[in-house]
């Protein structure tokens, strides 16, 4: 699908409490965002690689904070403070996902456990109503562009007016997460903390690529 907004941040959690965006969106932000559109527990969303529409453009930004991270002195009062960030203006990204069965089926809730006994190719009717979905507008949940704040101002198939940056200089990514959390809506658990790094990535020719891993394809 292709996604485009006004503004994006998609977190580099080394620059702490001021943060600073990729200059692309992360596998769990890709994930996310597919997910958004569309879940169900009896497949699992594979993000493989983003097209980058439009030049990484950075600008800074500021917002008052009132959220679950301020000091409890600030909530108590019931203050914010401001906090800084540079963002990323005038986003388009394609986005490229596989999808298939999650291999946890023992762990699916019952209902998931019948649609995907009664489904001969859970992949390919995941892809149909997907694409349903995203012909009509329609979401799960209402999706974004790193921040909640942060909506798109297109989301929806592949415009043919929109064309890749294959003309970017190559962007080294030397450190890049992929995760935060060991994800448990698959198999119905809580999620737990995992933080997991994707090293010396490249966007080449306006796109980049996200590694394989295996285990990804397989029971967890």
């Not at 699908?1 to 001021?18: F, I, K, N």
Request: proline share 8%; glycine share 6%; with cysteine.
């Amino acid at each position: 699908m292709e996604v485009a907004g006004d503004t994006a941040l998609w977190t580099r959690p080394d620059t702490g409490d001021s943060p600073c965006s990729y200059p692309a969106p992360t596998y769990s932000a890709v994930r996310g965002l597919f997910e958004s559109i569309l879940w169900g527990p009896a497949v699992r969303i594979i993000p493989r690689k983003v097209e980058l529409c439009s030049a990484p453009q950075y600008h800074s930004y500021a917002t008052n904070y009132g959220g679950p991270l301020r000091k409890s002195s600030l909530i108590s009062k019931d203050n914010n403070y401001q906090l800084f960030a540079t963002v990323l203006t005038g986003v388009c990204y394609r986005l490229y996902a596989d999808v298939i069965p999650n291999p946890n089926k023992e762990k699916l809730p019952d209902r998931a456990r019948e649609w995907d006994r009664r489904t001969t190719s859970p992949g390919h009717a995941y892809q149909e109503m997907f694409n349903r979905r995203l012909l009509r507008g329609q979401s799960y949940m209402t999706p974004f562009l790193g921040w909640s704040e942060f909506t798109l101002s297109y989301f929806g198939p592949f415009r043919e007016t929109t064309k890749v940056c294959k003309e970017l200089p190559d962007i080294h990514i030397p450190s890049m997460l992929r995760r935060v959390f060991l994800t448990g809506h698959e198999s119905n658990e809580r999620a737990i903390y995992q933080a997991v790094y994707d090293m010396d990535l490249c966007i080449h020719q306006g796109v980049l690529e996200y590694p394989v891993r295996e285990e990804e394809y397989c029971d967890q």
